[in-house]
């Protein structure tokens, strides 16, 4: 019989603790599954991204929906009429203090905005429940190293929403990248088509305050984050304002930006067939940085270690525009990456007409190069000849190619073998791909380069990236020890 662990025993037990080396009992990794070989499942943040997380999650065999959580009632109805029997919260610090709610669900999918991904997911995981949770991993570094540890401490099974990893033509580029079809490769280049909502220089100062509709749980929905008021659409026919249920993307407080946003997905094969972890030295140029949204355009540079025969790598990270320009790798290596694309539509035309595509990824290897012309990596063309996509056949990692919905089909498969390393993109990858990248926006907002222990998760030569390392939880909400770990 498993110990059940309550938010407010999870608190007690973590504030005399170390923060994350948090020492409560330790339990054996475990299948956990209901009755009849059901997995009952409760999903928290079930509107936008997070309704085809559940309905994904749900759509997997033996899978039962029994627990439901949104801020907004109106998502939370509509939810509700498709699985009426599941209980319905607003707040989830309450459906974690539901004895029975945590006794029957054996898994939680959590797809809030960012800056509330941490919390619910870490309560999960040290109650021994396996956790879905939508990219970015997390809204800070720190808490991406926190994801990482706690599912290995309790053996949890672990998926982050980053479809792209379920398609085999990424896959098979892993495959081609890691067997050295392009050399030694000490250069890479990703750029990405965000930020696609409102943030510098659009804005830049917090909107005005209008009162809290009806439908929406305001505090829930802030959560960790430091209190505000409230802002609206001005249209009451509209529900997107400059918050909820969408445009938070680009406020620091909850987002995490273009890089948070889209890393997970544009540097994802990058970072696998690189075998790529902590990096060791981080800067940034960036225009219209401000302390409330997040900037106009910024080019990261990201330097890795040598690693496992491997040589060192640079990655370039480039988002937004400047001066009207969208920013993207140089013109020669452009060129010569576009030219790859052979890609043709039904009129045998060429599918992005032999230009640069607005997302995707250059890897320069000693021997050639690849592009992808895609968010996901799921498409690569090789300058040696090779061409991956859907239609590719892998020969060392198990083939998937069912896209978002693979990746819970995966999640659900790890927790029936009981074994979290046939999860693609478990913790233990995502909470390295999650905090490589996140660092890059530390390096924005501090305006310094610095260098980087991934095992001590510090800024060793800058003590002021500490404070956008390692935030503050609001009060009332620090339901982990968060902030008595912060050093």
Known sequence: ????????????????SLGYLYTAPAFSAEKIAGANGKIYVVGIGIGGKGSSDIDQAASVKDVEIVGLCDVDSEYLASKAKKWPKAKTFSDYRKLFDDSELM??????????????????????IR?????????????????????????????????????????NGLRR????????????????????????????????????SSPVPSYLDWDSWLGV???????????????????????????????????????????????????????????ATASDVNPETCPSSAHVTIQFPARDGLP??????????????????????VAKAVALDTKKDKNGKLTHNGKLVDSGSILVGSKGICYSPDDYGAEVFFSTGEITNGSSKLETLPTNGRGDGGQKQEWVEAIRAGKPELAYSNFDYAGLLTAAFLLGNVAIRTGKPFHWDGEACKATDLPEAQNYIHREYRKGWDLIGYNTSKG
Not at 317 to 332: A, I, M
Request: aromatic share 8%.
């Open 1 to 16: 019989m498993s110990r059940r662990i309550t938010r407010r025993q999870a608190l007690a037990a973590s504030a005399a």
């Open 103 to 124: 006794k029957t669900a054996d898994a939680f999918t959590v797809s809030t905005p960012d800056h509330n991904h941490t919390t619910p997911s870490i309560l999960a």
């Open 127 to 167: 109650n021994k429940k396996h956790v879905y949770c939508q990219k970015p991993l997390t809204h800070d570094v720190f808490e991406a190293h926190l994801m990482r540890t706690e599912a290995k401490k309790y053996g949890v099974c672990t998926q982050m929403g980053n479809q792209g990893s379920a398609e």
């Open 173 to 208: 580029a892993v495959e081609l990248v890691q067997a050295g079809v392009l050399g030694d490769v000490k250069e890479v280049h990703v750029w990405t088509n965000r930020p696609v909502w409102p943030q510098a220089p659009g804005v830049m100062s917090r909107p005005m």
């Open 225 to 283: 984050a430091p209190e505000r008021p409230y802002a609206g659409s001005g249209d009451p026919k509209k529900k997107r304002g400059p918050y909820h249920d969408f445009n938070w993307r680009g406020f620091w407080d909850f987002g995490t930006g273009a890089i948070g946003d889209m890393a997970c997905h544009t540097a994802n094969m990058v970072f696998r067939a690189l075998k790529l972890g902590h990096p060791t030295h981080l800067s």
């Open 312 to 333: 060192p790598v640079t990655l370039n990270w480039y988002e937004g525009k400047k001066d009207g320009q969208k920013l993207v790798p140089p013109s020669d290596l």
